[in-house]
Protein backbone atom coordinates (compact mmCIF):
# COMPACT_ATOMS: atom_id res chain seq x y z
CA UNK A 1 0.00 0.00 0.00
CA UNK A 2 1.85 3.60 -0.97
CA UNK A 3 1.01 6.35 1.23
CA UNK A 4 -0.22 9.41 -0.23
CA UNK A 5 0.41 13.03 0.24
CA UNK A 6 -2.91 13.12 2.13
CA UNK A 7 -2.45 10.67 4.55
CA UNK A 8 0.70 12.11 5.66
CA UNK A 9 -1.42 15.41 5.88
CA UNK A 10 -3.84 13.45 8.22
CA UNK A 11 -1.00 12.54 10.13
CA UNK A 12 0.42 15.60 10.54
CA UNK A 13 -2.72 17.53 11.55
CA UNK A 14 -3.84 14.44 14.30
CA UNK A 15 -0.39 15.46 15.82
CA UNK A 16 -1.40 18.90 15.95
CA UNK A 17 -4.40 17.85 17.47
CA UNK A 18 -2.65 15.99 20.49
CA UNK A 19 -0.09 18.84 20.59
CA UNK A 20 -3.47 21.32 20.83
CA UNK A 21 -4.83 19.11 23.55
CA UNK A 22 -1.21 18.56 25.41
CA UNK A 23 -1.28 22.64 26.21
CA UNK A 24 -4.96 22.35 27.04
CA UNK A 25 -6.34 24.29 23.80
CA UNK A 26 -9.41 23.21 22.10
CA UNK A 27 -8.80 20.92 18.99
CA UNK A 28 -11.41 22.79 17.02
CA UNK A 29 -9.29 24.98 14.90
CA UNK A 30 -6.70 21.99 14.15
CA UNK A 31 -9.57 20.24 13.08
CA UNK A 32 -11.14 22.61 10.51
CA UNK A 33 -7.75 23.32 9.14
CA UNK A 34 -7.02 19.53 8.82
CA UNK A 35 -9.89 18.84 7.01
CA UNK A 36 -9.96 22.00 4.67
CA UNK A 37 -6.44 21.00 3.97
CA UNK A 38 -7.40 17.31 3.18
CA UNK A 39 -10.27 18.46 1.08
CA UNK A 40 -7.79 20.77 -1.37
CA UNK A 41 -5.29 17.97 -1.87
CA UNK A 42 -8.04 15.08 -2.32
CA UNK A 43 -10.42 17.19 -4.95
CA UNK A 44 -6.98 19.31 -5.93
CA UNK A 45 -9.44 23.00 -6.50
CA UNK A 46 -9.82 25.54 -3.14
CA UNK A 47 -13.71 25.35 -4.07
CA UNK A 48 -13.92 21.49 -3.31
CA UNK A 49 -11.60 22.28 0.02
CA UNK A 50 -14.37 24.43 1.43
CA UNK A 51 -17.26 22.27 0.24
CA UNK A 52 -15.64 19.06 2.42
CA UNK A 53 -15.71 21.54 5.11
CA UNK A 54 -18.90 21.25 5.30
CA UNK A 55 -19.56 18.17 4.06
CA UNK A 56 -17.57 16.51 6.22
CA UNK A 57 -19.50 18.33 9.47
CA UNK A 58 -22.91 17.35 7.87
CA UNK A 59 -21.66 13.38 8.08
CA UNK A 60 -20.48 13.49 11.31
CA UNK A 61 -23.88 15.16 12.70
CA UNK A 62 -25.50 12.50 11.08
CA UNK A 63 -23.26 9.71 13.14
CA UNK A 64 -23.70 11.60 15.87
CA UNK A 65 -27.78 12.54 15.73
CA UNK A 66 -29.10 10.07 17.75
CA UNK A 67 -26.78 10.42 20.43
CA UNK A 68 -27.25 13.92 20.50
CA UNK A 69 -31.26 13.63 20.29
CA UNK A 70 -31.57 11.14 22.86
CA UNK A 71 -29.67 12.83 25.29
CA UNK A 72 -31.83 16.71 24.69
CA UNK A 73 -34.65 14.67 25.19
CA UNK A 74 -33.28 13.31 28.73
CA UNK A 75 -32.55 16.85 29.68
CA UNK A 76 -35.76 18.12 28.69
CA UNK A 77 -37.21 15.36 31.19
CA UNK A 78 -34.82 16.07 33.37
CA UNK A 79 -35.90 19.55 33.01
CA UNK A 80 -40.11 18.84 33.63
CA UNK A 81 -39.14 16.40 36.25
CA UNK A 82 -37.43 18.99 38.09
CA UNK A 83 -39.96 21.48 37.70
CA UNK A 84 -42.61 19.40 39.32
CA UNK A 85 -40.38 18.17 41.69
CA UNK A 86 -40.10 14.61 41.10
CA UNK A 87 -36.45 14.45 40.76
CA UNK A 88 -36.32 15.28 44.39
CA UNK A 89 -38.29 12.58 45.60
CA UNK A 90 -36.22 9.79 43.13
CA UNK A 91 -33.33 10.50 45.62
CA UNK A 92 -34.69 11.93 49.24
CA UNK A 93 -34.95 8.59 50.44
CA UNK A 94 -31.27 7.82 49.69
CA UNK A 95 -30.30 11.04 51.89
CA UNK A 96 -31.62 8.45 54.67
CA UNK A 97 -29.24 6.17 54.61
CA UNK A 98 -26.13 8.26 55.62
CA UNK A 99 -25.62 7.97 58.55
CA UNK A 100 -22.14 8.41 59.12
CA UNK A 101 -19.81 10.36 56.27
CA UNK A 102 -18.23 6.72 54.64
CA UNK A 103 -21.57 5.46 53.85
CA UNK A 104 -22.18 8.57 52.47
CA UNK A 105 -19.21 8.37 50.14
CA UNK A 106 -21.16 5.27 49.17
CA UNK A 107 -24.69 6.39 48.67
CA UNK A 108 -23.60 9.51 46.75
CA UNK A 109 -21.42 8.03 44.46
CA UNK A 110 -24.10 4.83 43.85
CA UNK A 111 -27.00 7.36 43.19
CA UNK A 112 -25.03 9.35 40.80
CA UNK A 113 -24.11 6.33 39.11
CA UNK A 114 -27.55 4.77 38.53
CA UNK A 115 -28.83 8.83 37.62
CA UNK A 116 -26.11 9.10 35.28
CA UNK A 117 -26.43 5.91 33.13
CA UNK A 118 -30.28 7.12 32.78
CA UNK A 119 -29.95 11.05 32.90
CA UNK A 120 -26.33 11.60 31.72
CA UNK A 121 -23.74 13.00 34.08
CA UNK A 122 -24.57 16.68 33.69
CA UNK A 123 -27.76 16.41 34.71
CA UNK A 124 -27.61 14.11 37.37
CA UNK A 125 -24.93 16.47 38.95
CA UNK A 126 -27.19 18.84 39.14
CA UNK A 127 -29.97 16.73 40.66
CA UNK A 128 -27.61 15.01 43.28
CA UNK A 129 -25.41 18.30 44.00
CA UNK A 130 -28.95 19.96 45.34
CA UNK A 131 -30.40 17.07 47.56
CA UNK A 132 -27.54 14.76 48.87
CA UNK A 133 -24.52 17.00 49.25
CA UNK A 134 -26.12 19.16 51.69
CA UNK A 135 -27.45 15.97 53.46
CA UNK A 136 -23.62 14.40 53.32
CA UNK A 137 -22.68 17.59 54.27
CA UNK A 138 -24.83 17.12 57.97
CA UNK A 139 -23.15 14.01 58.54
CA UNK A 140 -19.29 15.95 58.42
CA UNK A 141 -18.66 14.32 54.95
CA UNK A 142 -15.64 17.10 53.16
CA UNK A 143 -17.26 18.98 50.65
CA UNK A 144 -14.64 18.23 48.11
CA UNK A 145 -15.17 14.71 48.91
CA UNK A 146 -18.52 14.28 47.93
CA UNK A 147 -17.58 16.48 44.83
CA UNK A 148 -14.88 13.74 44.07
CA UNK A 149 -17.37 10.43 44.60
CA UNK A 150 -20.18 12.45 42.17
CA UNK A 151 -17.19 12.60 39.68
CA UNK A 152 -15.49 9.48 39.96
CA UNK A 153 -18.88 7.55 39.83
CA UNK A 154 -20.94 10.02 37.18
CA UNK A 155 -18.03 11.54 34.97
CA UNK A 156 -15.65 8.67 35.26
CA UNK A 157 -17.31 5.25 35.43
CA UNK A 158 -21.12 5.41 34.11
CA UNK A 159 -19.53 7.85 31.16
CA UNK A 160 -17.41 5.49 30.72
CA UNK A 161 -19.57 3.08 29.99
CA UNK A 162 -22.37 4.15 29.35
CA UNK A 163 -23.92 0.87 28.88
CA UNK A 164 -27.82 2.46 28.67
CA UNK A 165 -27.93 5.29 26.51
CA UNK A 166 -24.40 3.97 25.11
CA UNK A 167 -23.68 7.30 23.50
CA UNK A 168 -19.76 7.46 24.26
CA UNK A 169 -18.74 3.96 23.07
CA UNK A 170 -20.42 4.81 20.38
CA UNK A 171 -18.81 7.56 19.15
CA UNK A 172 -15.86 5.18 19.20
CA UNK A 173 -17.20 2.34 17.77
CA UNK A 174 -17.70 4.56 14.56
CA UNK A 175 -14.56 5.76 14.61
CA UNK A 176 -13.03 2.74 14.90
CA UNK A 177 -15.15 0.83 12.36
CA UNK A 178 -16.32 -1.51 14.88
CA UNK A 179 -19.70 -2.74 16.32
CA UNK A 180 -21.04 -0.51 19.41
CA UNK A 181 -21.17 -3.81 21.26
CA UNK A 182 -17.48 -5.11 20.47
CA UNK A 183 -15.89 -1.92 21.89
CA UNK A 184 -18.47 -2.21 24.89
CA UNK A 185 -17.52 -5.69 25.82
CA UNK A 186 -13.72 -5.38 24.57
CA UNK A 187 -13.66 -2.41 27.45
CA UNK A 188 -14.63 -4.03 30.18
CA UNK A 189 -11.65 -4.88 32.04
CA UNK A 190 -10.54 -1.60 31.32
CA UNK A 191 -13.41 0.00 33.02
CA UNK A 192 -13.27 -2.64 35.80
CA UNK A 193 -9.45 -2.36 36.89
CA UNK A 194 -9.93 1.64 36.53
CA UNK A 195 -12.78 1.77 38.59
CA UNK A 196 -11.08 -0.34 41.08
CA UNK A 197 -8.03 1.43 41.52
CA UNK A 198 -9.57 5.26 41.18
CA UNK A 199 -12.49 3.97 43.62
CA UNK A 200 -10.10 2.34 46.23
CA UNK A 201 -7.93 5.01 46.11
CA UNK A 202 -10.67 7.87 46.47
CA UNK A 203 -12.11 5.90 49.52
CA UNK A 204 -8.94 5.87 51.58
CA UNK A 205 -8.22 9.28 50.74
CA UNK A 206 -11.84 10.21 52.06
CA UNK A 207 -11.35 8.00 55.34
CA UNK A 208 -8.15 9.99 55.94
CA UNK A 209 -10.02 13.90 55.75
CA UNK A 210 -12.76 12.26 57.36
CA UNK A 211 -10.76 11.18 60.27
CA UNK A 212 -8.81 14.54 60.05
CA UNK A 213 -11.78 16.68 60.23
CA UNK A 214 -12.93 14.87 62.99
CA UNK A 215 -9.48 14.74 65.12
CA UNK A 216 -8.52 18.62 64.15
CA UNK A 217 -10.54 21.99 64.79
CA UNK A 218 -11.15 25.18 63.00
CA UNK A 219 -14.18 23.03 61.32
CA UNK A 220 -15.15 25.36 57.62
CA UNK A 221 -18.03 27.92 58.44
CA UNK A 222 -21.57 27.19 57.35
CA UNK A 223 -24.31 28.49 57.04
CA UNK A 224 -27.40 26.23 57.18
CA UNK A 225 -30.87 27.16 56.09
CA UNK A 226 -34.50 25.53 56.02
CA UNK A 227 -36.61 26.04 53.38
CA UNK A 228 -40.49 24.69 53.36
CA UNK A 229 -40.60 25.51 49.41
CA UNK A 230 -37.61 23.30 48.63
CA UNK A 231 -39.27 20.17 49.35
CA UNK A 232 -37.72 16.74 51.69
CA UNK A 233 -34.50 16.58 52.83
CA UNK A 234 -34.02 20.60 52.31
CA UNK A 235 -31.28 21.57 53.98
CA UNK A 236 -28.74 23.78 52.26
CA UNK A 237 -25.27 24.54 53.71
CA UNK A 238 -22.63 27.12 52.19
CA UNK A 239 -19.38 25.94 52.88
CA UNK A 240 -16.43 27.92 52.83
CA UNK A 241 -13.10 25.85 52.45
CA UNK A 242 -10.74 25.63 55.83
CA UNK A 243 -8.61 22.85 54.74
CA UNK A 244 -9.91 20.28 56.92
CA UNK A 245 -13.62 19.66 55.13
CA UNK A 246 -15.48 19.50 58.11
CA UNK A 247 -18.62 21.24 59.00
CA UNK A 248 -19.53 23.54 61.74
CA UNK A 249 -22.97 25.17 62.26
CA UNK A 250 -23.31 28.63 62.99
CA UNK A 251 -27.14 28.54 63.27
CA UNK A 252 -28.23 25.57 65.59
CA UNK A 253 -27.22 21.62 65.20
CA UNK A 254 -28.31 19.37 62.55
CA UNK A 255 -27.15 15.84 62.52
CA UNK A 256 -29.87 14.41 60.61
CA UNK A 257 -31.23 15.44 57.39
CA UNK A 258 -34.28 17.40 58.23
CA UNK A 259 -37.34 16.62 56.64
CA UNK A 260 -40.16 19.28 55.71
CA UNK A 261 -43.60 18.98 55.27
CA UNK A 262 -43.72 21.03 51.84
CA UNK A 263 -46.30 19.40 49.77
CA UNK A 264 -45.82 17.48 47.21
CA UNK A 265 -48.09 17.08 44.37
CA UNK A 266 -49.44 13.49 43.31
CA UNK A 267 -48.61 13.29 39.54
CA UNK A 268 -44.77 14.49 41.67
CA UNK A 269 -45.07 10.97 43.23
CA UNK A 270 -46.19 9.27 40.32
CA UNK A 271 -43.78 10.51 38.15
CA UNK A 272 -41.28 9.66 40.93
CA UNK A 273 -42.24 5.81 40.45
CA UNK A 274 -42.97 5.22 36.76
CA UNK A 275 -40.48 6.77 35.67
CA UNK A 276 -37.52 5.26 37.36
CA UNK A 277 -39.68 1.55 36.73
CA UNK A 278 -40.13 2.91 32.95
CA UNK A 279 -36.44 3.07 32.49
CA UNK A 280 -35.42 -0.71 34.55
CA UNK A 281 -38.08 -1.73 31.94
CA UNK A 282 -36.27 -0.53 28.90
CA UNK A 283 -32.69 -2.29 30.56
CA UNK A 284 -34.64 -5.22 30.73
CA UNK A 285 -36.35 -5.26 27.16
CA UNK A 286 -32.49 -4.30 26.49
CA UNK A 287 -30.98 -7.13 28.18
CA UNK A 288 -33.64 -9.97 26.92
CA UNK A 289 -33.77 -9.11 23.41
CA UNK A 290 -29.99 -8.25 23.57
CA UNK A 291 -30.77 -4.91 21.45
CA UNK A 292 -27.49 -2.75 20.85
CA UNK A 293 -26.31 0.15 18.81
CA UNK A 294 -28.62 2.49 17.77
CA UNK A 295 -31.75 0.38 17.94
CA UNK A 296 -30.79 0.56 21.97
CA UNK A 297 -30.59 4.26 21.83
CA UNK A 298 -33.95 4.80 20.09
CA UNK A 299 -35.81 2.34 22.30
CA UNK A 300 -34.29 4.84 25.47
CA UNK A 301 -35.27 8.22 23.41
CA UNK A 302 -38.87 6.81 22.27
CA UNK A 303 -39.25 5.84 26.21
CA UNK A 304 -37.96 9.36 26.94
CA UNK A 305 -40.05 11.40 24.72
CA UNK A 306 -43.31 9.58 25.65
CA UNK A 307 -42.29 9.99 29.47
CA UNK A 308 -42.46 13.70 28.70
CA UNK A 309 -45.49 14.00 26.76
CA UNK A 310 -47.47 12.07 29.08
CA UNK A 311 -46.42 13.91 32.22
CA UNK A 312 -46.25 17.35 30.77
CA UNK A 313 -49.96 17.15 29.84
CA UNK A 314 -51.21 15.11 33.28
CA UNK A 315 -48.71 18.05 35.20
CA UNK A 316 -50.12 20.74 33.32
CA UNK A 317 -53.22 20.14 31.70
CA UNK A 318 -54.22 22.12 28.80
CA UNK A 319 -50.99 24.81 29.45
CA UNK A 320 -48.54 21.27 28.54
CA UNK A 321 -48.74 21.62 24.95
CA UNK A 322 -46.90 25.02 25.10
CA UNK A 323 -44.68 24.28 27.94
CA UNK A 324 -43.59 20.71 26.26
CA UNK A 325 -41.36 23.10 23.87
CA UNK A 326 -40.01 24.88 26.55
CA UNK A 327 -38.71 21.75 28.05
CA UNK A 328 -37.65 20.25 24.43
CA UNK A 329 -35.41 23.29 24.00
CA UNK A 330 -33.77 23.32 27.06
CA UNK A 331 -32.57 19.77 26.47
CA UNK A 332 -31.96 20.64 22.70
CA UNK A 333 -29.96 23.76 23.89
CA UNK A 334 -27.97 21.38 26.30
CA UNK A 335 -27.17 18.79 23.49
CA UNK A 336 -26.18 21.12 21.06
CA UNK A 337 -24.26 23.18 23.97
CA UNK A 338 -21.92 19.78 24.55
CA UNK A 339 -21.65 18.15 21.34
CA UNK A 340 -20.95 21.16 18.94
CA UNK A 341 -16.85 20.66 19.70
CA UNK A 342 -17.55 16.90 19.58
CA UNK A 343 -19.04 17.14 16.16
CA UNK A 344 -16.35 19.27 14.62
CA UNK A 345 -13.34 17.28 15.61
CA UNK A 346 -14.88 14.20 14.72
CA UNK A 347 -15.76 15.57 11.08
CA UNK A 348 -11.54 15.58 11.54
CA UNK A 349 -11.45 12.27 12.72
CA UNK A 350 -13.99 10.12 10.80
CA UNK A 351 -12.06 10.88 7.66
CA UNK A 352 -9.76 8.38 9.03
CA UNK A 353 -12.44 5.85 8.77
CA UNK A 354 -13.39 4.11 5.22
CA UNK A 355 -17.07 3.92 4.90
CA UNK A 356 -17.19 7.99 6.45
CA UNK A 357 -14.37 9.02 4.41
CA UNK A 358 -16.32 7.84 1.19
CA UNK A 359 -19.14 9.58 2.17
CA UNK A 360 -17.31 12.78 2.24
CA UNK A 361 -14.85 12.09 -0.70
CA UNK A 362 -16.60 9.71 -2.61
CA UNK A 363 -16.73 6.04 -3.73
CA UNK A 364 -12.77 4.86 -3.88
CA UNK A 365 -11.30 6.49 -0.70
CA UNK A 366 -9.74 5.20 1.41
CA UNK A 367 -9.70 5.93 5.59
CA UNK A 368 -6.50 7.93 6.34
CA UNK A 369 -6.28 6.54 10.06
CA UNK A 370 -6.28 3.19 8.63
CA UNK A 371 -3.91 3.30 6.11
CA UNK A 372 -1.63 4.85 8.46
CA UNK A 373 -1.91 2.29 10.99
CA UNK A 374 -1.59 -0.30 8.21
CA UNK A 375 2.00 1.41 7.34
CA UNK A 376 2.74 1.82 10.69
CA UNK A 377 2.36 -1.62 11.83
CA UNK A 378 4.91 -2.34 9.08
CA UNK A 379 7.87 -0.83 10.62
CA UNK A 380 6.84 -0.56 14.08
CA UNK A 381 6.37 -3.65 16.15
CA UNK A 382 2.84 -3.61 17.12
CA UNK A 383 1.45 -5.86 19.92
CA UNK A 384 -0.76 -5.58 23.05
CA UNK A 385 1.53 -3.98 25.12
CA UNK A 386 2.99 -1.52 22.30
CA UNK A 387 -0.66 -0.47 21.25
CA UNK A 388 -1.82 -0.07 25.28
CA UNK A 389 1.07 1.99 25.91
CA UNK A 390 0.28 4.27 22.96
CA UNK A 391 -3.46 4.23 23.82
CA UNK A 392 -2.67 5.37 27.04
CA UNK A 393 -0.50 8.26 26.22
CA UNK A 394 -3.08 9.50 23.82
CA UNK A 395 -5.80 8.99 26.07
CA UNK A 396 -4.03 11.25 28.90
CA UNK A 397 -3.06 13.75 26.91
CA UNK A 398 -6.74 14.40 25.49
CA UNK A 399 -8.29 14.13 28.85
CA UNK A 400 -6.14 16.78 30.13
CA UNK A 401 -9.56 19.18 29.50
CA UNK A 402 -11.41 16.86 31.67
CA UNK A 403 -13.31 15.28 28.82
CA UNK A 404 -12.73 12.03 26.73
CA UNK A 405 -14.42 13.52 23.95
Avoid at 50 to 73: P, Q
Avoid at 102 to 129: K, N, R
Avoid at 224 to 239: D, H, R
Avoid at 374 to 397: D, K
Wanted: glycine share 10%.
Amino acid sequence: MHLTAAHWVYAVFVVLVIIAMARRHDALIPCIAGVFTLGWIVTGTPLGAIVTVFKSVVVAMRELLDIIVVISLIVGLAAMLEKIGAERLMVAPAAKLMKSPEVAFWVIGGVMLIASYFLWPSPATALVGVVLVPAAAAVRLPALTAAVAMNIFGHGIALSTDYVIQGAPSISAKAANLPVEAVMQSGIPLIATMSLVTVTAAFLIARRDIARARAESGPVESDITVSKESGPAAVSIAATAAGDGSVAVQHGTVSTVVETPAEVSRVARVAAVVVPLAYLGAVVLLVTFQVRGGDATAVIGGITLLLLTVFVLIAHGGEGFNLISDHLVKGFSFGVRIFAPVVIIASFFYLGSPEISRQVFGEGSRGFLFDLAEALSRVVPLNRVSIGLMQTTVGVIVGLDGSGF
